[in-house]
């Protein structure tokens, strides 16, 4: 079920780059998917509920709003859990309880009773499975970890184009109550996915060798001294400004295609067409971001996304009619891609694998403020003036603002830290090659030593080799 010591991220441990890792990649696939797709997909049913319920737009935003805040703001407590008890229970645990939320908010009569279970134990069933499969696939892969990070994060925008159409089909032929029934039960496949993170395991030490390492290494539930790096504050202050805006398109874009008198299953299609574009966004982003030269500087690429995304916010502001919807979707479906493949490569280059399980946990807990602010805020801008395109500018000056602060903070910060761990590693690499390239001048200069020792006690030790340990080998 998941070994602490393997979780721990043991140094002896080499991602395989492959094998079994494909499988976790796959769970990750889904997770990912599931995650974030699903506070977009749950939009379809916003008309619905404001009908039912007789709120409006700022009411029902709020159902997105806690499930992104329990996926960001329960971070601490992931890696607390992960690190106590392995990622598979966790996931297994967290599966369970993504189901149940959805299956009793079928039930639920009154919006705050959604809340708590769409919004509050759906986000943490969401949030113990995502954490975990992300700490997991950065274990499994190393040189590929940008094409890794790009795939899985391709299952946001796959899931998006499947839960959109089919949540609109759910609606039509079951309502909203049966539509949410169904979903729970699609939910029960995180635990699946959960149950194929096989932890690594660390390399097999001596009986004389092995207590001492037991006792010697000690794995902290939650390391505080990530704040310590520059790169890691500027980091998070970043994408905590981003993703104030960063999720408000996609949750209005659908509410705004309705309200400018399109069908409904016309309006839900625009997501569709944003996730058929992120899906290839994000693993070629992956790709790009995995090249020699691109990979030390993808915060850069990083910073240049997210000014993509807020540009095009604040195109997608002047759009009057449904083509130019759909020409907004397109760009940002490539922007948001591309944002979504790179935030955890950049955190990773940032504060290394061993300290990836404390970052990310307290870096979605700064962003869950932002993303429980945002699409609410967002919410009730549109009902003071009714007009979208306000809030689509406010969401693109954010995003904006957010590049801006990761592009400079990472000429003082960040460029030094992203540098130092490829010096190292190269410097590693170099060292193990050059190994067996200088073991003959080392051994000669070893025998010599020996030789030289053995020539001069020769005469009183009569033939007989001392065996010094300075002169051994």
Not at 153 to 162: D, I, K, N, Q
Not at 354 to 359: D, L
């Given at each position: 079920m998941g070994a602490v010591v393997a979780d721990d991220g043991p140094s002896g441990v080499k991602a395989p780059d492959g094998g079994w890792g494909w499988a976790v990649l796959f769970g990750c696939f889904i997770i990912t998917g599931f995650s974030y797709a699903f506070p977009k997909a749950v939009s379809v049913f916003f008309k619905e509920l404001i009908r039912e319920f007789g709120i409006g737009y700022s009411d029902t935003a709020w159902i997105s709003s806690i499930l992104l805040a329990m996926l960001y703001g329960t971070g601490p407590l992931c890696s607390v859990c992960v690190n106590r008890f392995g990622c598979r229970p966790v996931m297994l645990v967290g599966g369970l309880f993504a189901s149940m939320?959805?299956?009793?908010?079928s039930f639920c009569t009154s919006i705050v009773q959604i809340y708590l279970t769409a919004?509050?134990?759906?986000?943490l069933g969401l949030a113990l499975n995502f954490q975990p499969s992300l700490i997991m696939l950065n274990r499994y892969f190393d040189k590929r970890r940008p094409l890794a990070n790009g795939?899985?994060?391709?299952?946001?925008?796959?899931?998006?184009?499947?839960?959109s159409p089919l949540g609109q089909i759910l609606q039509h032929e079951y309502g909203w109550?049966?539509?949410?029934?169904?979903?729970?039960?699609m939910l029960l496949n995180c635990c699946v996915c959960g149950a194929l993170m096989r932890p690594l395991e660390p390399p097999k030490k001596s009986e004389a060798t092995k207590e001492p390492a037991e006792k010697k290494v000690k794995k902290k539930l939650l390391d505080f001294s990530v704040f310590k790096d520059g790169g890691f504050v500027i980091y998070t202050l970043a994408a905590s400004i981003m993703v104030l805006g960063l999720f408000v398109p996609p949750v209005f874009v659908v509410s705004y295609a309705k309200d400018l008198g399109y069908q409904d299953t016309k309006a839900a299609f625009l997501l569709t067409i944003l996730g058929f574009i992120d899906i290839f966004a994000r693993p070629i982003c992956g790709m790009v971001a995995g090249l020699k030269w691109v990979r030390p500087r993808c915060v850069y690429l990083f910073s240049f996304a997210m000014i993509f995304n807020g540009f095009t916010d604040l195109m997608g502001s002047m759009s009057i009619d449904y083509g130019g919807l759909v020409v907004f979707c397109i760009f940002f479906g490539i922007s948001y891609g591309m944002v979504g493949a790179l935030q955890f490569e950049v955190l990773m280059a940032i504060v290394g694998t061993?300290?990836?399980?404390?970052?990310i946990g307290l870096v979605l807990l700064a962003e869950a403020m932002a993303v429980l602010i945002g699409p609410p805020s967002a919410g009730k801008l549109l009902d003071a003036t009714g007009r979208y395109m306000f809030v689509f500018i406010i969401a693109g000056i954010e995003v904006t603002t957010s590049a801006l602060v990761l592009a400079l903070g990472n000429f003082f910060c960040i460029k030094k830290k992203l540098e130092e761990p490829h010096t190292k590693e190269e410097a590693a690499e170099r060292e193990e090659l050059n190994k067996s390239e200088d073991k003959t001048p080392e051994d000669a200069k070893v025998d010599s030593i020996e030789v030289e020792q053995f020539l001069k006690d020769e005469p009183e030790k009569n033939g007989e080799v001392v065996t010094n340990p300075e002169t051994c080998v």
């Open positions: 939320g959805m299956v009793i908010a919004g509050v134990i759906t986000g795939l899985s994060a391709a299952g946001s925008p796959v899931f998006l184009c499947a839960l109550r049966g539509g949410f029934l169904i979903l729970g039960g061993q300290k990836f399980s404390s970052a």
